[in-house]
């Protein structure tokens, strides 16, 4: 949204002209109107970039053929960079959510936003965890199987 916008100098001259017209006593609703009409752009706005950075960051991984997760070999580090790298994104992420939330609904809107940003975190640190598992049950056999 840019300071220099057409369509929102109409809509700003249109609520001027309106207030002229019905007079001080309709001012605050007018008011109210147009600044809906201003928080509803800024919240598509943020929804639009946020829609980009996740496409960004999806398209750099897909380009640099990388894996989220532990990889095969140096899996310390790799688990180690996955996981805080997730967490750092999602608090990025919580940024423009939490302006939304609590935009839109408030307190509540924002403890929702907040609670689906834990419950994304915690599935995937969960899903590590299982991934660890499984990759030790695969070590025991594959040892298993040179033994014999």
């Known amino acids: 949204m840019d300071a220099r916008d057409p369509e929102l100098k109409k809509e700003f001259a249109a609520t001027l002209q309106a207030r002229k017209d019905l007079g001080e006593e309709y001012e605050s609703a007018l008011v109210d109107s147009f600044l809906e009409k201003i928080d509803q752009r800024i919240d598509a706005q943020v929804e639009r970039r946020v829609r980009r950075e996740l496409a960004q960051h999806q398209t750099a991984f897909a380009r640099a053929g990388r894996q989220v997760g532990p990889?095969?070999?140096?899996?310390?580090?790799?688990r180690f960079g996955a996981?805080?790298?997730?967490?750092?994104?999602?608090?990025?992420?919580?940024i423009p959510l939490s302006a939304i939330g609590a935009g839109q609904a408030h307190l509540p809107g924002l403890l929702v936003a907040w609670a689906g940003?834990?419950?994304?975190n915690v599935a995937q640190s969960m899903g590590w965890l299982f991934t660890d598992r499984e990759r030790e049950r695969e070590r025991r056999r594959n040892a298993d199987t040179w033994e014999d």
């Open 71 to 78: 990889r095969g070999g140096d899996e310390g580090r790799g």
């Open 83 to 94: 996981r805080y790298g997730f967490a750092g994104f999602s608090l990025i992420m919580a």
């Open 117 to 120: 940003i834990v419950g994304v």
